[in-house]
């Protein structure tokens, strides 16, 4: 079946400490979303592509990084330049059409330690 | 300004009531689409249902309908005859013209259903 694949589910991160966010889909979809959660609240874009080797900042970009070398791959980095990383963090992409929703993947629960 | 508003942080329903989840927008545009998410305790999206601003028919998928009111910029998501699988967070979400497909979000409404 084809999805979108977020690992790992929990990632613990020490103060000061880079870590990566892994985000595999196997739909074929061109554009792919990073997204964070934060408790009760709605989600907030932090980063977006849309085509291989070419990618955007969303409304929260500041500490975070992205790379899409390949279609199926849009891996995060959350670097310590982020003061406040605690959250959980979703993975989604795109068909192409209007009337489309996202397909995301299960998330990633990352807390700082 | 708030795009995306929707004024029930939480809500509790009897199981088998029919719930109606509120939603209003504020956009510009004349084409648009409006979308409702469905996220389990577990953590995951799951899309539930779509309205195009050019919709004549309101959108329906099985229990889930959306009462669309273009004049009032509401999108209000009902679920009939509610089951206890429906408990969740649920988000309304706005996708405008060239916005390179990128979704605004509620801040989302916690259903539980009561047995």
């Known amino acids: 079946d084809g999805g979108i694949t977020q690992s790992p589910k929990y990632l613990f991160r020490k103060e000061g400490q880079n870590v990566t966010l892994s985000c595999e889909q196997n739909?074929?979809?061109?554009?792919m979303y990073w997204y964070r959660q934060d408790p009760g609240q709605g989600l907030r874009l932090i980063y977006y592509?849309?085509?291989?080797?070419?990618?955007q900042k969303g409304d929260i970009a500041e500490g975070y990084s992205v790379s899409r070398e390949k279609k199926e791959s849009f891996p995060l980095t959350v670097t310590s330049a982020q003061k406040n990383p605690t959250a959980f963090y979703l993975c989604?992409?795109?068909?192409?059409?209007?009337?489309?929703?996202?397909?995301f993947g299960s998330g990633t629960r990352l807390t700082v330690v | 300004a708030q795009k995306i508003t929707q004024t029930q942080p939480g809500m509790f329903v009897q199981e088998k009531e029919a719930v109606t989840l509120d939603c209003t927008y504020d956009?510009?545009?004349?084409?648009?689409?409006l979308f409702w998410y469905k996220q389990p305790s577990s953590g995951e999206m799951i899309f539930l249902i779509y309205?195009?601003?050019?919709d004549e028919q309101n959108a329906t998928e099985g229990r889930y309908s959306l009462n669309f009111q273009k004049a009032r910029k509401s999108a209000n998501l009902v679920i009939s005859a509610s089951q206890l699988g429906d408990s969740a967070m649920y988000f309304c979400?706005?996708?405008?013209?060239?916005?390179?497909?990128?979704?605004?979000w509620g801040a989302g409404t916690k259903l539980i259903i009561k047995p």
């Open positions: 592509s849309q085509i291989v080797n070419d990618f």
């Open positions: 956009t510009s545009d004349q084409s648009y689409g």
């Open positions: 739909l074929n979809h061109d554009a």
């Open positions: 979400a706005m996708r405008e013209t060239d916005s390179n497909y990128q979704l605004i």
């Open positions: 309205q195009g601003s050019y």
């Open positions: 989604a992409s795109i068909a192409p059409g209007w009337n489309y929703g996202y397909t």
